[in-house]
């Protein structure tokens, strides 16, 4: 009985929690390096391309050369597309999507079933990513797992208390994963 309070509070807190991501967050889709973008201009067959985000966040569009896209949103490369590419063609028209968003992943490492990277196509919390990676292994320290994330100030560690969750206590602590975050599970 005390197992199925566990999974119903776990389900409940991770559909509100992705209810409220959804509402807070309307920001758009961030491109990230390893996504695969579809950019077209109107009426010039030439100009359409699938182009794959380097390493370094840069892609190369012909007449434009070379912009920074990682980071942004599609609106911003759109608009920058246009205004480099308004020096060649009066009025230009940019279609662009994502056609893959394979840069946006996290990674499990440790003392989980099934290792490695994930591709999130949705929100993702700490607790779901350990679920997609198989959940931990018997010798797994779960209070003692560790996520590793890059930000402007500098690499930062957070931790996360595996059974203090699974308690249904410190409900806040399973937090949404950035893209490019690594989950250490000693």
Known sequence: MQQIVKIALFVFFAFNQNLSYAADTKASY????????????????ELQRE????????ISFPLV???????TTLTAVREQLIKKLSEYITDPVVNISVKS??????????QVKQPGQFIMYQPLDVMQVLSLAGGLTTFAKAN?????????QGPTSIEFEYGE?????EL???????SGDVVVVP
């Open 51 to 58: 182009i794959r985000v380097l390493p370094d966040g840069n």
């Open 172 to 178: 806040a602590s399973n937090i949404v994963l950035k």
């Open 101 to 110: 968003s394979a840069g946006n992943s996290v990674y499990v490492i440790g």
């Open 144 to 152: 003692d797992i560790r996520i590793l994330r890059r930000t402007e």
């Open 165 to 169: 969750l699974e308690d249904g206590d």
């Open 65 to 71: 050369g070379e912009i920074v896209v990682a980071g």
């Open 30 to 45: 961030k491109i990230n390096a390893g996504d695969v973008l579809d950019i077209s201009v109107w009426k010039e067959e």
